[in-house]
């Protein structure tokens, strides 16, 4: 069974501060993705990477950069949180070839105050 | 890029009615559509898909209708249940690149018992 694990279920931050979300998956998926989930907006992918050390800017990259050192891991980082970054945030990831299912973490319930 | 549109944003069915849910989509060059099913509190899940090379797929009492020349996919539920109640999200994508998903809005269907 593939299992994608996020480091926090809730997490507060204050405005400015630096924000780290990480996600792991440990079925040797080459894609792996963040998206942010909000009201009436659905699944907005902001990054996502096919590669270990690369990366693809989503629809909504702005305010956010990712990190790819190893390949079962993937990291979403708020360089200054604001307040509209308060949101859940998804983690998937996604086998280069056969079936392209996403296989989803939990999510990080994000609030910035 | 890619855009893809999702109707209605809510629905209510009686149990036992049917429900449809509309996708369109922009992008000709996608070939693969997924729907996923999130229910409250819980990661998104596949539920069905179907490839641009098929016009339908069932999978006991959900279907998936797909016309290419349109660009509209749909999502049929049948004989509904309490259970089905969820979020619902289409997507599109190409499978012969580097698995980056549109997904539609959502729809929040609610099956009353």
């Known amino acids: 069974d593939v299992k994608v694990t996020q480091s926090s279920r809730y997490l507060v931050k204050r405005t400015g501060e630096k924000v780290f979300l990480e996600c792991v998956q440990d079925m040797d998926h080459e894609n792996m993705f963040w998206y942010r989930q909000d009201p009436g907006l659905g699944l907005r992918l902001i990054y996502f990477?096919?590669?270990?050390?690369?990366?693809e800017k989503g629809d909504i990259p702005e305010g956010y950069s990712v990190s790819r050192e190893k390949k079962e891991r993937f990291s979403l980082i708020l360089e200054s949180a604001s307040t509209n970054q308060t949101s859940m945030y998804l983690c998937?990831?996604?086998?280069?070839?056969?079936?392209?299912?996403?296989?989803f973490g939990p999510g990080t319930r994000l609030t910035v105050t | 890029g890619e855009n893809v549109e999702q109707h209605p944003s809510t629905l209510s069915v009686q149990e036992g009615d049917s429900a449809v849910i509309k996708c369109t989509y922009s992008d000709s060059a996608s070939n693969y559509f997924p729907w996923y099913k999130q229910e409250l509190g819980k990661r998104p899940q596949l539920i069905i898909d179907?490839?641009?090379?098929?016009g339908e797929k069932k999978d006991q009492r959900i279907a998936v209708t797909l016309n290419k020349t349109a660009k509209h996919f749909s999502l049929h539920i049948t004989e509904t249940q309490p259970e089905d109640s969820a979020v619902y999200f289409c997507?599109?994508?190409?499978?012969?690149?580097?698995?980056?998903?549109?997904f539609g809005t959502g729809t929040k269907l609610q099956v009353i018992p």
């Open positions: 179907i490839r641009s090379n098929v």
């Open positions: 990477s096919y590669d270990v050390k690369m990366k």
């Open positions: 998937a990831s996604s086998p280069s070839s056969g079936r392209s299912e996403q296989y």
């Open positions: 997507a599109a994508l190409w499978d012969g690149g580097y698995q980056k998903v549109t």
